[in-house]
Each structure stands twice: as C-alpha cells, then as structure tokens.
C-alpha cells in the first residue's frame, strides 16, 4: 500500500493550496480516508475525513475553511485549504483504512509520508 501527499509548500496568512494524495495497492473506493496534520510539539490530530459513500467530517478549527473530497477514478482524495493562518502550519498526513460504513472509522490502517504546509504570517 502506498499513500503518496503532494501539494504542500510556504504560502502567507489568507492564501491557499491544495494536497493530494494518491493511494495504491488498496481498493480505493472501500476505503475511508481522512487527513491528518502534527504540528512541531503537538499531537497528531484529524483535520478532515471522507467515508466511501462521500460523508464528510472536519475539525472544528478548519470548518468552513478546508474541504476534503475525492475521485475514486483516479485513486486521490485531496484538501483543498482556503484562508489559511499560521496555525494551520504542520505536517500534513494521509490515511486510509478499508471501510464502508457512512460512520467513520476510529483509526486508520495505512499512512503516507506527509507533506509540509507553512503558513507566513
């Protein structure tokens, strides 16, 4: 299984990116995905995810800001992050996890490598 997250970079306060990531050797339509980000000195936590059916769920912190979707033709789930502010600067992680519940899963099977997101105030 391969996550593989692009997309990161430096960008400053209000402006935006968004991640991709492209998932391998897992029935990407089966699988629940979700974004995740640890921020230097802190936990890891959930930013964003999305069931196989399309239900979504967001950290309160990123609610109206970021929007998680995902093509199930070409394997990627993407993030795309508007109105950016410093605190949002971590590394950012895909997961994936086979599920097919509308619920979504409590943890997650399989991550990439992460992909750093910086945000200039």
């Known amino acids: 299984v391969q996550l593989v997250e692009s997309g990161g970079g430096l960008v400053q306060a209000g402006g935006s990116l968004r991640l991709s990531c492209a998932a391998s050797?897992?029935?990407?339509?089966?699988?629940?995905m979700a974004w995740y980000r640890q921020a230097p000195g802190k936990q890891r936590e959930l930013v964003a995810a999305?069931?196989?059916?399309?239900?979504?769920n967001y950290a309160d912190s990123v609610k109206g800001r970021f929007t998680i979707s995902r093509d199930n033709a070409k394997n990627t789930v993407y993030l795309q992050m508007n109105s950016l502010k410093p605190e949002d600067t971590a590394v950012y992680y895909c997961?994936?996890?086979?599920?097919?519940?509308?619920?979504?899963?409590?943890?997650?099977?399989?991550w990439g490598q992460g992909t750093q997101v910086t945000v200039s105030s």
């Open positions: 997961a994936a996890t086979p599920w097919v519940s509308q619920n979504l899963p409590a943890k997650y099977d399989y």
């Open positions: 050797g897992i029935i990407f339509s089966f699988n629940a």
């Open positions: 999305i069931t196989s059916g399309g239900s979504t």
